[in-house]
């Protein structure tokens, strides 16, 4: 009897499984009638999302970020160039969005992916149009040296909102950025410098005193959302974006002040309240952002913190980090 219960089951599971395979929109759009989907979040709500800091070593600033299945690894590496005549007091950023064949079935080797060039040209947009960043604070000496950005991020895992993933990834790699310490050797040239040779009885003449992060001035964050006639659904995946065509991408900054707003064609037409009801969501999801990434920053400094105390072994023994950022904060300040 159980057992014929048992087969039963999964003759339905297996019947399932055909039917949303072989008419993958009737199957989503039962699912829509009664508000939810068919990996039970609700239509508004996004996918967990973690953010780690500093997973690349020999970077100066890098993230790992996961939005639901979507993995992204962001890296900064500084180096110093000569600043424009145009710009002398200015640094510059460049930035590149990899897609290698690892990151989904559809990208083949040797064939770069379409849509990588399209997120590296939108991530440029957004962050030069946000003004997260100050270019000043990238300026060693002026109209000699000034650093160079150069952020690469890697498509690990590619299960769907691609660019809300990579924004992070860049906003998380920059939050954790420290610029380096440099001096100008005996042929004029501005070279890095290790900490270790700052120490001792012949200190070097440094350019600037100490590392430092840069103070971005407002981080923007973004939320993708997929239009199906009257429903709205916030952070699809890849399944999803391959079912339905209309999507709507919304960057806010961690003010929550509007920064763009990205459509790129699709079946339904986005009136003036479906914008409004998209902006709303992606406003929610801002905040739940911004909180994830202060969380995170605010345990590395708990670990840089008992890194320099080198008792970094005793740091879960003696507490979590969540338990003594507070009393970090304190010293730090």
Not at 155 to 173: H, K, M, P, R, T
Not at 182 to 192: I, K, T
Request: charged fraction near 25%.
């Amino acid at each position: 009897m159980e057992s014929s219960k048992g087969t039963e089951g999964l003759a339905g599971e297996i019947e399932v499984e055909a039917y949303r395979r072989l008419f993958p929109l009737p199957f989503y759009e039962r699912h829509l009638l009664e508000s939810v989907r068919p990996d039970a979040r609700p239509l508004n709500r996004a996918r967990d999302t973690t953010v780690a800091l500093g997973p690349v070593a020999s970077a100066d600033g890098s993230a790992l970020v996961k939005i639901g299945d979507t993995t992204m690894l962001a890296a900064i590496k500084l180096e110093v160039m000569i600043p424009s005549a145009d710009a002398p007091d200015e640094g510059s950023l460049a930035i590149e969005f990899h897609m290698p064949p690892i990151c989904s079935p559809s990208v083949r080797s040797g064939r770069p992916a379409e849509v990588a060039p399209v997120i590296s040209q939108r991530l440029s947009d957004v962050i030069t149009s946000s003004e997260m960043i100050n270019l000043n604070e990238l300026s060693l000496i002026s109209g000699k040296a000034a650093w160079m950005a150069y952020l690469d991020i890697y498509c690990l895992n590619a299960d769907g909102c691609l660019f809300d993933a990579a924004l992070l990834s860049a906003v998380a790699a920059f939050s954790h950025l420290q610029i380096p310490l440099v001096s100008v050797n005996d042929d004029g040239r501005v070279v890095a410098v290790s900490g270790e040779l700052t120490e001792g009885k012949s200190k070097l003449e440094l350019v600037n005193k100490e590392k430092r992060k840069l103070s971005l001035r407002s981080k923007p964050f973004s939320l993708t959302c997929i239009l199906h006639e009257k429903y709205i659904l916030a952070d699809p995946n890849s399944e999803e974006e391959s079912i339905m065509d209309t999507f709507v991408t919304v960057v806010l900054d961690s003010w929550g002040q509007l920064v763009s707003i990205y459509k790129p064609g699709g079946a339904v037409l986005a009136n003036m309240s479906t914008i409004k009801a998209c902006i709303a969501v992606a406003k929610s999801r801002v905040k739940e952002l911004n909180n994830i990434l202060n969380e995170s920053l605010s345990e590395m400094e708990v670990i840089d913190y008992y890194s320099k105390k080198s008792v970094v072994a005793q740091l879960h023994a003696d507490k979590p980090p969540k338990e003594v950022t507070s009393e970090v904060q304190k010293s730090l300040s």
